[in-house]
Nanobody, 126 residues
Framework: QLQLVDSGGGLVHPGGSLRLSCAAS????????IGWFRHAPGKEREGISC????????YYSASVQGRFTISRDNAKNTVYLQMNSLKPEDTAVYYC???????????????????WGQGTQVTVSS
């Protein structure tokens, strides 16, 4: 059974950094296109980044472009989201998700992802 485990969240001051991890259990993460989403209180869940399988093409939403970086470490079977220059509006629960094996292209729509991590809380506050 495919399982994704999110970790790395926490409390950070504005302007600080965090690195989130998405580890896979029971399957090889490199075979899947992986996305990061976040859900802030009172808002819709938002797709913020994606890395495609095979070619490693990356995508970012406008809200995180230039501040966040998605990457893979195939040896560790893990995808990372490096978050720099954090702002209070980045406060949310962050989730990683995997698309079906059938799809290679990136997407930032949650309906196109089949497998989800449990989420990790990120709080940006002074």
């Amino acid at each position: 059974q495919l399982q994704l485990v999110d970790s790395g969240g926490g409390l950070v001051h504005p302007g600080g950094s965090l690195r989130l991890s998405c580890a896979a259990s029971g399957f090889t993460l490199d075979y899947y296109t992986i996305g990061w989403f976040r859900h802030a209180p009172g808002k819709e869940r938002e797709g913020i980044s994606c890395i495609s399988k095979s070619d490693g093409i990356t995508y970012y939403s406008a809200s995180v472009q230039g501040r966040f970086t998605i990457s893979r470490d195939n040896a560790k079977n893990t995808v990372y989201l490096q978050m720099n220059s954090l702002k209070p509006e980045d406060t949310a629960v962050y989730y990683c998700a995997a698309r079906s094996l059938l799809f290679r292209q990136c997407a930032l729509s949650e309906s196109q992802f089949n497998y989800w991590g449990q989420g990790t809380q990120v709080t940006v506050s002074s």
